[in-house]
């Protein structure tokens, strides 16, 4: 399986290695040649808009939005990846790919502490709570019908899935803890359509 990094900005290597330690084969994605060699995608955390930008001079949002929509590509976005698959977004992110029903408010998080931890009970992730770590995170102020909600934090949702479509808003590789990639793995293996 072969499962690509987004490697504009953010937490690359460190995803490369949670994936290869769940027995993906874990390449970094810069380009649409990339991107047609991987089988799923992850978008790190990061800054939204920057990653947006270079994203759309790439032809890559194009790209991404032409395989979710053909073939259920799964794309898991974490934090500032959360942004870009978000259908609405509070705050301004002019690039995205804008695929899943959730509506995110950009720094929510970030305006009243800039970073926290949680341990976060996870459906379909057995073992425990994860201990999840949140930077700047943005919020998920409002699901569609269609969108799984798979963890929460103080009543809010923290992590859903549309589809193939996966979203935290925390960082799930800065710990080494790799249930979260073993599940993104799991979705790309299933694939499952997108409504
Ligand atoms: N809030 C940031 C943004 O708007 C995302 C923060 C993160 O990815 N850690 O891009």
């Keep these: ?7 504009i900005q953010g937490d690359v290597r460190e995803h490369l290695q949670h994936l290869v330690q769940v027995g993906a084969d874990a390449v970094s994605v810069r380009t ?3 991107l047609a060699y991987v ?8 800054e939204s808009t920057t990653i947006g930008m270079l994203m759309q001079e790439e032809g890559l949002i194009g790209a991404i939005l032409q395989r979710v929509t053909n073939e259920g590509f799964p794309v898991y976005g974490t934090c500032a990846g959360l942004i870009l698959l978000a259908k609405d977004v509070i705050g301004k992110s002019p690039a995205r790919l804008g695929l899943m029903d959730i509506v995110a408010d950009r720094n929510a998080y970030g305006r009243q502490v800039a970073s926290f931890e949680a341990d976060l009970d996870i459906v379909g992730v057995e073992g425990g709570p994860f201990h999840a770590v949140f930077i700047r995170a943005p919020q998920i102020i409002a699901v569609g019908t269609n969108v799984i ?4 934090y103080r009543d809010q949702v923290v992590m859903a899935r549309q589809g193939s479509l996966l979203v935290s808003s925390f960082h799930p590789e800065m710990t080494k803890d790799t249930r979260i990639h073993h599940y993104f ?11």
């Design 1 to 7: 399986m072969r499962i690509g990094v987004l490697a």
């Design 39 to 46: 089988e799923g995608l992850i978008i790190p955390g990061g």
């Design 32 to 34: 649409l040649a990339d």
């Design 149 to 152: 909600p798979l963890a929460y």
């Design 185 to 195: 793995v799991d979705l790309v293996a299933r694939r499952v359509m997108t409504s």
